[in-house]
């Protein structure tokens, strides 16, 4: 079982929408990271989210912690193609880290 | 910065035979690295953490005869998949926490594709 369940598992919108992204847990995370993923390589560190009801926006990516440091939220906004990949996130305790299954996105242009 | 580069980046081999995946950190110093497999369409799992000098831990249900982890020095792991089986076949990613940040950032490498015919 994973300990992190994110939703939805696929998402497939037109160029110019917005998505959401979630990743919820009974668990509570010192830290959460959120990762993007091309097939064939490895994942690459969006941001990182410390502290409860952090917000954090990264160009057209905002990341949000939730208040009891649970769970957490992707928003891409006027999504494009090259924002198509696998998106993970992964609860941080000591220091090892639990990964979400993924979301595969993919924005049609 | 924090750059981790893995080699090689694919490798076939026949059943039965060894082969060594290297890790390393390019432009920091890691104590930590990591080592995890995904199999297609799925998330990462982790196999085992291994600190400079001393020997890997592996997660559970992991043979840690099987897969033979040395961490030698601050910039390079190995991870060696002993007589291997197409069972084995996945793809094996590491990764490295640079110790700094706000807490426990893993940088991961591109990859190593395995197949085992």
């Known amino acids: 079982t994973q300990l992190l369940e994110q939703s939805p598992q696929f998402l497939s919108i037109q160029e110019g929408e917005n998505l959401t992204v979630y990743c919820n847990s009974s668990?509570?995370?010192?830290?959460l990271q959120w990762y993007r993923q091309e097939p064939g390589e490895g994942p690459v560190l969006l941001v990182t989210?410390?502290?409860?009801?952090e917000v954090k926006k990264l160009k057209r990516l905002t990341f949000q912690f939730g208040d009891a440091r649970k769970d957490s939220s992707l928003h891409i906004t006027a999504a494009q193609p090259g924002d198509t990949g696998l998106y993970l996130c992964?609860?941080?305790?000591?220091?090892?880290?639990?990964f979400g299954a993924g979301t595969t996105v993919t924005v049609r242009a | 910065g924090a750059v981790v580069s893995q080699h090689p980046s694919w490798v076939i081999c026949k059943s039965g035979t060894s082969v060594k995946i290297e890790c390393r950190s390019l432009?920091?110093?890691?104590?930590?690295m990591f080592w995890y497999r995904q199999f297609p369409k799925q998330s990462l799992m982790l196999m085992a953490t291994?600190?400079?000098?001393?020997?890997?831990?592996?997660e559970q249900g992991v043979e840690k005869d099987k897969f033979l982890i040395n961490h030698a020095s601050l910039t390079l792991s190995t991870l060696t998949v002993t007589s291997a089986h197409p069972e084995d076949s996945s793809f094996y990613i590491c990764?490295?926490?640079?110790?700094?940040?706000?807490?426990?950032?893993?940088?991961f490498g591109p990859g190593t594709r395995l197949t085992v015919t």
């Open positions: 990764s490295a926490d640079t110790g700094q940040g706000p807490a426990y950032e893993q940088y």
């Open positions: 989210v410390v502290t409860g009801g």
């Open positions: 668990s509570v995370f010192s830290s």
């Open positions: 992964a609860g941080a305790n000591d220091y090892k880290l639990s």
């Open positions: 291994s600190n400079e000098g001393s020997k890997a831990t592996y």
């Open positions: 432009d920091f110093q890691a104590t930590t």
